[in-house]
């Protein structure tokens, strides 16, 4: 069929992303997953990893290092109770790009301090910008995929933070003094680089609806 003998609202969409025969769903559930690995793994799950050298450099007491996660706690909660008026508004590119964006600068903020109200502040922005990811990320899937195949992609998804740990496993204890700045201070440096990576990638390639590539959702009803 002739491009001009197609209605015009049909000729004027945007056209689909070629990637040869692979779903572009999965595209999109891969990107959920390493989001998440920003969002969850490195920017809550790898704060168990820095607290000792935290604790041991800045002299941190028992409950000075539960407050610091507890700030995380809070700024998460926040961006759950948010979540509901601006995705709707803004959409899962929009609203995971700016949260990894969110995480990557309170972790700049938290690299270059050594105060422990500011390492506090700074955490509970990370926590806000990490729900800013994870319930967007959820819920996009819901959209890409049908009921056939939404868990498998929600499980890999899920698998990022995962990842997360294991990377913070292995960096962590490695990382040195860079500078002026302690080793726990280099890892934080470290992560919020990745997560500027990340945003990057997630705001190229994550669609809210597979209608903004001319696609269908993948699976069966």
Request: one cysteine or more; charged letters at 10%.
């Amino acid at each position: 069929m002739r491009e001009d003998s197609l209605p015009s609202e049909l000729r004027n969409r945007t056209p689909p992303l070629s990637l040869g025969r692979l779903h572009y769903a999965w595209v999109v559930a891969a990107i959920g997953s390493i989001a998440m690995f920003c969002g969850l793994g490195l920017g809550r799950f790898a704060f168990g990893m820095l607290l000792p050298s935290m604790s041991a450099s800045l002299a941190l007491s028992y409950t000075q290092s539960g407050i610091l996660g507890f700030a995380n706690l809070i700024g998460y909660l926040v961006a759950v109770l948010l979540s509901p008026l601006i995705l709707p508004r803004f959409g899962t590119r929009l609203t995971s790009t700016a949260s990894l964006f969110v995480i990557a600068a309170s972790m700049l903020g938290m690299a270059f301090t050594i105060s422990f109200p500011m390492l506090c502040a700074f955490y509970v922005l990370t926590g806000i910008g990490s729900g800013g990811v994870v319930l967007p990320m959820m819920s996009v899937m819901s959209h890409w995929f049908f009921p056939s195949h939404r868990g498998l992609a929600l499980g890999l998804v899920m698998a990022g933070p995962g990842f997360g740990i294991i990377l913070s496993g292995f960096v962590v204890p490695k990382l040195l003094p860079f500078f002026s700045l302690l080793s726990w201070q280099t890892g934080w440096l470290i992560f919020a680089l990745i997560n500027i990576v990340v945003a990057c990638l997630t705001f190229a390639l994550i669609r809210n609806h597979p209608d903004d590539v001319t696609r269908s959702p993948f699976g069966r009803v």
